[in-house]
């Protein structure tokens, strides 16, 4: 009974952490889907009490509005690490013309990406509907872009997107941009990772347990295999 509560010790050890358990990085010219996330870490928000808010209007290039609307966005400091998330979200007025498809931001060369959305909204954002199909990052790796392409995800007048999460490796931040996109584009200064700040790309003292878990389950089927091959001497 032993032996198998070691082995499967061992067994969830490795699966635990398993790349299929942890958020699939996002590198220099990946396109992948989004890892839908419960909520944040512990910590708090590196950019004052809560979300900044700034209202955008997309023209196209005759100069004919297509969408406007209001960008909640903000910067968050993981307490574990001291890393930073970029946190955004889109909300469509009903007055708009057009849906918003894409949602680009930079600059975030040189910075580990891990692109997410999550479940519950965080304080200050709302509770929103439209989550991305697609996170892109560009080969250059500075730009990293959320996708609302596919029918039923589209960011349509009257509605908001999840809350977009950007987590990086980076401990400082500096002004950045956003751009959102469909027929028209709006820029918007936001922020982005500080190049002169990243920290380690080591795994999380929580993955360094599961490892710790892992290696002493299977140290333990070791040492009673080994325990059954010494001769009992009476």
């Known amino acids: 009974m032993k032996k198998v509560i070691l082995i499967l010790m061992a067994v969830l050890g490795l699966l635990a952490v398993s790349p299929t358990a942890q958020a699939t990085a996002l590198n220099p010219g990946d396109s992948l889907a989004p890892t839908l996330e ?76 891990n692109a997410t959305y999550l479940g519950t909204a965080s304080s200050g954002f709302a509770s929103g509907g439209n989550a991305p199909n697609l996170a892109i990052r560009s080969i250059d790796g500075g730009g990293v872009s959320f996708d609302f392409s596919v029918a039923g995800n589209v960011i349509n007048p009257g509605n908001t997107s999840r809350e977009l999460v950007i987590h990086t490796n980076a401990t400082t931040f500096t002004p950045g941009s956003t751009s959102l996109i469909d027929g028209g584009v709006a820029s918007l200064q936001t922020f982005s990772p500080n190049s002169s700040s990243f920290g380690p790309t080591n795994p999380e003292p929580s993955t360094w347990l599961l490892f710790a878990g892992c290696f002493l389950g299977l140290a333990g089927c070791w040492a009673w295999e080994r325990r059954k091959l010494v001769p009992v001497v009476g």
């Open 38 to 113: 419960a909520s944040l870490p512990a910590g708090a928000y590196a950019t004052g009490g809560g979300p900044l808010s700034a209202p955008f209007t997309g023209n196209n290039a005759l100069g004919q509005h297509r969408f406007t609307g209001i960008l909640p966005f903000a910067v968050y400091r993981e307490a574990a690490t001291g890393f930073l998330d970029f946190l955004f979200q889109v909300q469509n007025k009903t007055t708009s013309v057009s849906g918003i498809e894409h949602v680009a931001n930079t600059d975030f060369t040189g910075s580990v990406v």
